[in-house]
């Protein structure tokens, strides 16, 4: 049945993907600027027969989230920022013990408290692993409400087809804004968890996760494959946006909302003539290093455009290190103060005039 597009809010579409994509279990505690998600599942998980809890803290739900995992059953939290931060010791639990399972984090302006609106000061903390040990978060950034529910989607199937948590990563921009989206029907494949699930001993041996290991060898082979799985989830899953990158001579890159906004600010150059492209990572960890390296080796430029103080911005001078020898600029705005197109579009030409016309001369554009 064609489902039709909807007026929605960033948060109630996210909250109905996961009713949609099978999520059993929900544990939440509310922070601004996401508690919509769990004021809307409140309702919604107890008239689906599934369990909703409105956990005591963060550090409980992320438990509870480890321990519904553990089942292998759909499971999600979702948070914002500095109630983010007092789950990393639970994060690296899971990606330790490789419990799949969802975590919506709704970025706010930091650090500390810091403030409600719009920012993407988090991006070292979803992408960096802010727990203990080596692992990594897959993370994946949406730029719209329909990309919102999309990657709901994705997140339980890449979570469940690899045993790992995966990390939504929007802001409070994408949670509060309303646009027309289509909530589609769950597009994956079920997986079966049945052959490492603790769902009762029954008629079979008894099963043990946990990420302590007694033996040195033992623990180094984990982390190991789990390193592994990263690189399977980049090549299989990656996903990311190219616009007008083909015979750009400056490439603007930007993840979130504010590409949204860099996007327009592209177009607006390319009306006036200058060659400028985007490049938009969708998942952001595992990076695109590759991808990112092969652009830089056809353009005379990057400019990096963030909501924060230059987070990406080390993963995109990472992948370009000894592929391309090119001026690598930022303009950023961290505390959670959007931009215009007309200023990003502004950033665009003084730069472009400081690297392109500068080695071409006028006639580049």
């Known amino acids: ?19 949609e994509a099978g999520c059993e279990c929900y544990f939440g505690y509310p922070i601004t600027p996401q508690s919509e998600i769990g004021e809307y599942l409140s309702s919604k998980m107890p008239e689906e027969g599934r369990a909703f809890v409105a956990a005591e803290s963060e550090v409980a739900a992320i438990n509870m989230l480890l321990g519904a995992g553990s089942t292998g059953v759909k499971a999600m939290t979702s ?20 419990i799949p399972c969802v975590l919506v984090s709704v970025m706010r302006g930091g650090p500390g408290l810091g403030y409600i609106y719009p920012s993407q000061g988090d991006y070292y903390q979803a992408t960096k692993g802010g727990g203990n040990g080596d692992y990594k978060l897959v993370t994946y950034a949406p730029d719209s409400v329909q990309e919102c529910i999309d990657l709901t989607y994705k997140c339980f199937h890449v979570s469940q087809k690899y045993r790992t948590p995966v990390c939504l990563l929007a802001d409070g921009m994408l949670g509060q804004m309303m646009e027309p989206a289509v909530i589609g029907e769950y597009p994956y494949e079920e997986i079966d968890q049945s052959d490492w699930a603790l769902d009762g001993a029954k008629d079979r041996e008894p099963r043990f996760i946990a990420s302590i290991e007694r ?65 938009r990572p969708i998942l952001l960890n595992p990076f695109p290093e590759k991808i990112v390296a092969e652009i830089a080796q056809k353009v005379d430029g990057i400019l990096d455009i963030e909501l924060n103080c230059g987070q990406m911005l080390t993963d995109i001078k990472a992948s370009i290190a000894g592929a391309a020898t090119i001026p690598i600029k930022f303009y950023g705005r961290p505390a959670g103060m959007m931009m215009t197109v007309e200023e990003i579009y502004k950033q665009i030409e003084s730069v472009y005039k400081e690297i392109v016309e500068k080695k071409y001369g006028t006639a580049c554009i």
């Open 215 to 279: 033996e040195q060898e033992t623990l180094r082979k984990r982390v190991e494959k789990i390193f592994v799985k990263y690189n399977k989830i980049l090549e299989n899953e990656n996903l990311f946006e190219k616009y007008e990158t083909e015979g750009a001579k400056l490439v603007i890159t930007a993840f979130g909302s504010i590409a949204r906004i860099a996007k327009a600010a592209v177009k607006m150059a390319r009306k006036n003539g200058l060659k400028v492209g985007l490049f």
């Open 1 to 19: 049945m064609k489902r039709e597009k909807q007026l929605l809010k960033g948060n109630y579409a996210i909250a109905q993907a996961a009713v």
């Open 79 to 98: 948070s914002s920022s500095c109630a983010v931060a007092l789950m990393q010791e639970g994060l690296s639990y899971i990606a330790g013990d490789e």
